[in-house]
């Protein structure tokens, strides 16, 4: 990658991350101005791009419980959404061309379903982001979203095999080697240690997927997330998702920028984006309505169809496929390329105030829930626990286990993933799977003998809008945060936790401690007084 791409990268992502924006807007408008400017994609930020996208595929794989793909809410909401949306956006794309004919160009309704097609996949880079951004992976609506997201890729790639005509070759069939394969490959991860050779593993793992999908003429990128779905139950892959975590932020800068650079529109290209944007509420309803329909919260689906409300890198995909087969303008891949950038930048700015703006509208939004609740749908019981740990990390847990030998059976711990929980719940530990930042969560649970809450969470962010919530919710007891720096500290206690502890620092102290009382324990040291 250039230096003045990165250059203009780190400009801008740091003037909006200043101005309170995620910095991935501002990727956006350093690829629009770069364009501007003259430059253009050259073959190696494609590339960067593209290994970008094949390691946080390969993560999201490594996060991705199969199960949750086989929820009726995940197939049935994608395969519902997608029929609906193109039925009805290539209607009113056909009539749009009817009446702005200069604006659009001649338009048939053959090509207006491919542009609603193109539109109708919600964007893996940008959603994957956000949450991860929140720290709302593995939470309910978190999991949801990320499944729909698999689903429409796997559409996308249907859709490629019918259009090319291209079908996979038969040596296809040789993948299913890989599940003989599997114990070699979780030994080798067993080995890789957790040093410097643990990412090359995973870059080792990912690439060589793509590339003997591509071998045998199937979307590499599906390789790279198979391959992570099938090593998402080995001890080190949550470990293994995390020392990749830099690699994948840094590679992605590589595709916000190519996505700027794609062309230079006019007038007529720029507004056609922005009436293609006026789709993007149409789009949140629907998911909005389908999944409420399967009996899924108000809050899990409107945080689903929120963070869905976008358009999507695949409908650059699916439109240059079309494009290249004649059966579209090139002119309409600019105006996808235009309407991707914009929605980004709305998804990012809606989705940052999500949970304060649902306390506000929740009356409303429950007037749309099924009575009938899905199991996972069923809010748990603490009893009359006084501690809560929220957060069952390797923080948590340490928290977790020294509380209990202290307050027994009072202490209890909470975690948004639901796979994690029951895991610790057949250990015998008293756990409740749930989403701390959920104010129905709260106002359907009994906390009034809850004296102390601790959010051992890596989110700072996090830990504030929970501390809100219980407050909102009338608790009454102490809060307490771990902090990683110390400007979080701060930040922290002036948005009402109670006791800030700097990760780090307290470590350093309870490292200290412990050796000095193993010290007394087995020699005759005297210390001196201070």
């Not at 139950?233 to 020392?243: D, G, P, W």
């Not at 959920?438 to 929970?466: F, G, Q, T, Y």
């Amino acid at each position: 990658m250039d230096y003045i791409f990165l250059l203009f990268a780190f400009i801008c992502g740091l003037t909006v991350k200043l101005a309170g924006i995620p910095p991935l807007v501002g990727y956006l408008a350093a690829g629009f101005i770069l364009n501007a400017l003259g430059f253009t994609a050259s073959d190696e930020l494609q590339d960067i791009a593209s290994l970008g996208i094949t390691i946080m595929l390969f993560t999201i794989g490594l996060k991705l419980n199969v199960k949750d793909l086989s929820r009726r809410e995940v197939w049935a909401g994608s395969i519902s959404h997608t029929l609906i949306w193109v039925g009805v956006v290539a209607g009113i794309l056909y009539g749009i061309a009817g009446l702005l004919t200069s604006l659009t160009g001649p338009l048939d309704f053959q090509s207006a379903a491919l542009i609603a097609f193109a539109l109708s996949f919600s964007s893996t880079v940008c959603v994957v982001k956000i949450l991860e951004e929140a720290g709302e992976g593995k939470t309910r609506h978190g999991r949801l979203a990320i499944g729909v997201l698999v689903m429409q890729d796997v559409f996308a790639v249907v859709f490629m095999v019918a259009a090319t005509g291209k079908l996979p070759s038969v040596w296809a069939l040789a993948l299913l080697l890989v599940f003989p394969a599997l114990p070699l490959l979780n030994r080798i991860l067993d080995r890789s240690g957790h040093g410097e050779l643990l990412p090359l593993t995973g870059f080792i793992l990912a690439l060589g997927a793509y590339q003997v999908f591509e071998l045998v003429s199937i979307k590499g990128d599906l390789g790279a997330l198979l391959i992570g779905m099938l090593l998402s139950r080995h001890s080190k892959a949550t470990e293994l998702s995390k020392s990749l975590l830099a690699f994948k932020d840094l590679f992605l800068i590589g595709f916000f920028l190519s996505i700027g650079l794609t062309a230079l529109p006019d007038l007529p290209m720029l507004t056609m984006a922005v009436i293609v944007c006026l789709f993007l509420p149409l789009k949140a309803f629907l998911f909005f309505g389908i999944m409420t329909l399967l009996r899924l919260r108000a809050r899990t689906s409107y945080l689903t169809s929120l963070v869905l409300s976008n358009f999507s890198e695949f409908g650059l995909i699916v439109g240059s496929l079309a494009v290249s087969l004649g059966l579209l303008d090139d002119k309409w891949l600019v105006v996808l390329a235009l309407s991707v950038s914009i929605s980004f930048v709305i998804t990012s700015l809606l989705y940052r105030n999500s949970h304060s703006r649902y306390i506000k509208i929740k009356e409303k939004l429950a007037y749309y829930e099924r009575n009938k609740r899905l199991p996972g749908d069923i809010y748990p019981s603490i009893d009359d626990a006084q501690f809560m740990v929220i957060g069952m990390g390797r923080v948590g847990m340490g928290a977790f286990q020294s509380l209990s030998k202290l307050v027994d059976s009072r202490v209890v711990g909470m975690d948004a993933d639901r796979v994690k929980i029951q895991r610790l719940k057949a250990n015998g530990m008293n756990v409740i799977c749930g989403d701390g930042e959920d104010i129905d969560l709260w106002d359907n649970l009994d906390i009034s003998n809850a004296r102390l809450v601790l959010l051992a969470l890596p989110s700072i962010e996090d830990a504030i809008n929970i501390t809100r919530q219980l407050k909102h919710a009338g608790y009454q007891g102490k809060v307490a945060a771990i902090a990683r720096y110390e400007d979080e500290v701060n930040h922290l206690l002036e948005n009402g936790v109670d006791k800030v502890f700097n990760f780090f620092t307290e470590a350093g102290l309870g490292f200290a401690e412990e050796s000095l009382a193993y010290v007394h324990a087995n020699q005759d040291i005297v210390v001196p007084a201070k």
